[in-house]
Nanobody, 122 residues
Framework: HVQLVESGGGSVQAGGSLRLSCAAS????????MAWFRQAPGKEREGVAY????????LYADSVKGRFTISRDNAKKALYLQMDSLKPEDTAMYYC?????????????????WGQGTQVTV
């Protein structure tokens, strides 16, 4: 049974920082590419950041480039998202995802497994 559990969300003032974590279980996370997505009220879920299975490649949405940093620790089966210089428009539910389905990194269909989300309010 694969499970992804996000944590670290909360309320923060504009300009502040948060660090999201995603714990994986029931899966060998090092076999999967992983990503963070977010969904604001009334909007579609969008890809925020991506990291390859080995951690050597990271990609970001233009809206967060230079402010967010994705990382992973395969030994701990953990994924992280360091979010700095937060803006009100970053307010959303944030989801971690893991997958090996191919496709473009920012497409939901590229991922097999999803967490339940953690709320970030700026």
């Amino acid at each position: 049974h694969v499970q992804l559990v996000e944590s670290g969300g909360g309320s923060v003032q504009a300009g502040g920082s948060l660090r999201l974590s995603c714990a994986a279980s029931g899966v060998t996370s090092s076999h999967y590419c992983m990503a963070w997505f977010r969904q604001a009220p009334g909007k579609e879920r969008e890809g925020v950041a991506y990291i390859s299975a080995g951690g050597g490649t990271t990609l970001y949405a233009d809206s967060v480039k230079g402010r967010f940093t994705i990382s992973r620790d395969n030994a701990k089966k953990a994924l992280y998202l360091q979010m700095d210089s937060l803006k009100p428009e970053d307010t959303a539910m944030y989801y971690c995802a893991a997958g090996s389905s191919g496709g473009r990194w920012y497409q939901e269909r590229s991922y097999n497994y999803w967490g339940q989300g953690t709320q970030v309010t700026v």
